[in-house]
């Protein structure tokens, strides 16, 4: 019998969480596997241990874990299968397999394309631009699909300009690309919060450093959009990556490396 556990960063916020709860009972409607529960990786509870144990006392012989993260920074690649392998070694008769971020998924650029065009609501057509703003990740190469995502949303939303820019880790910051958006001639900026939870990040550091920004460049109407949240394109994209492989072995917790499935 298959277990999925679908695990995100967690937040402070007591109801940061909330979309992947939501986005777990959806999979589960859909019969991807006998069980579909949500876990954290920090912060929040439950924990992936926690669980995992449930679903192991009911039956759970194999185990996959969704990470519920956009890219496959610092915490996919290195946190999280840490945390699997110590989990998986309470429970060596059990199979855990890891499977892939939501990455450049074509159901995500739809969200945030979305998003992006509620925000413009009734606006005459202007030059606009768009700034996808992310967390950023120290492992470069983490960040392509934000990029992808990017281009995607800007072309199909008749962009001018686009750009990502970051809340830490990498460059440019939120308020230079805010201003290179507005060098570049846009009168009007998206700035999209490419974030699943509603953690502290979109509640209070992103609206503070648009607004920071805004009124620095009197000349430019920026409005900031909502950001992801729940939505039934995040289950569609979810499920997309944990449909491939639900049935299949690829992790004990004798092996010494974690292998990530597509």
């Not at 650029?109 to 009734?122: E, H, I, K, T, Y």
């Not at 920026?222 to 394109?233: E, F, K, M, N, S």
């Amino acid at each position: 019998m298959q277990g999925i556990v679908l695990i995100g960063h967690g937040s402070l916020r007591s109801a940061g969480g909330a979309s992947m709860i939501r986005c777990a009972a959806r999979l589960r409607e859909r019969g991807l596997a006998p069980w579909v529960a949500p876990a954290f990786l920090n912060y929040s509870r439950p924990t992936l241990a926690e669980t995992a144990a449930r679903l192991v006392e009911r039956g759970a012989s194999r185990i996959w874990v969704q990470p519920y993260f956009l890219i496959a920074g610092a915490y996919v690649q290195q946190d999280l299968p840490a945390l699997v392998r110590r989990v998986a070694a309470h429970h060596p008769e059990i199979e855990f397999t890891m499977g892939e971020t939501l990455g450049d998924h074509p159901a995500l650029a739809d969200l945030a394309l979305a998003r992006a065009q509620a925000a413009l609501g009734q606006q005459a057509p202007t030059r606009r631009g768009l700034l996808l703003m992310a967390h950023g990740t120290p492992l470069p190469a983490a960040n392509a699909p934000l990029a992808e995502i990017a281009a995607a949303v800007a072309r199909r939303g008749g962009f001018a300009q686009h750009a990502v820019a970051y809340l830490d880790c990498n460059t440019p910051d939120i308020p230079t690309g805010l201003a290179e958006l507005a060098a570049a001639g846009a009168a009007q900026i998206v700035a999209l919060p490419y974030f699943l939870h509603m953690g502290r990040h979109v509640a209070e550091d992103l609206p503070r450093l648009v607004a920071q920004t805004a009124a620095a460049l009197p000349q430019v109407r920026i409005v900031q959009a909502q950001h992801l949240g729940y939505d039934p394109r995040l289950v569609d994209a979810l499920a997309a990556r944990i449909a491939p492989g639900v049935d299949k072995t690829s992790f004990h917790s004798h092996h010494p490396h974690l292998q990530t499935v597509g």
